[in-house]
C-alpha cells in the first residue's frame, strides 16, 4: 500500500504545487483575439465612448435649458427618440450642435418628394 506522504503520479516531488492541489492541468485558456478582431473592438469601444459623451453633453443642455434633473432630462431625450423613431444617439448629437431637441413626430426625417407616408 503507498503511503501518504509519496508523490502523486506524475508529479515532480520538487515542484512548488500548492498543497490541496489535486495536480490536474489547469483548464485551457481562452485563445487570444487576432490583431483584426482587437482593432475592431477598439473602434466599437472608441464610437460608444463618443457617443456616450454626446449624450451626457445633451441630458447637461436639457437640464440648463428646461431646469431638469439628471434623471428627467434623460427621459425627455429617450421620450423624444421613441416619439420620433430616432436613436438618442442621433438626436444627441443633433442637441448638441444645434441647442434645440426638436422632438415632434418625423422631425429630422427627409420623406422625399412624395412627402411622409399617408396615415
Not at 475592431?40 to 431638469?68: C, D, S, Y
Request: charged letters at 20%.
Amino acid at each position: 500500500m503507498e503511503s501518504l506522504s509519496t508523490p502523486a503520479q506524475g508529479v515532480d516531488p520538487g515542484s512548488t504545487v500548492a498543497s490541496g492541489s489535486t495536480g490536474l492541468p489547469h483548464p485551457a485558456e481562452p485563445p487570444l483575439k487576432s490583431r483584426a478582431e482587437l482593432e475592431n473592438e477598439n473602434a466599437g469601444l472608441k464610437i460608444a465612448l463618443t457617443t456616450n459623451r454626446q449624450i451626457g453633453a445633451a441630458v447637461g443642455i436639457l437640464m440648463v435649458q428646461r431646469g431638469l434633473c439628471y434623471d428627467e432630462a434623460f427621459a425627455e431625450l429617450r421620450q423624444a427618440s421613441q416619439r420620433t423613431n430616432r436613436p438618442l444617439r442621433e438626436l444627441a448629437e443633433e442637441l448638441v450642435s444645434t441647442g434645440v431637441l426638436d422632438d415632434r413626430r418625423g422631425a429630422g426625417r427627409s420623406w422625399g418628394p412624395a412627402g411622409p407616408p399617408a396615415p
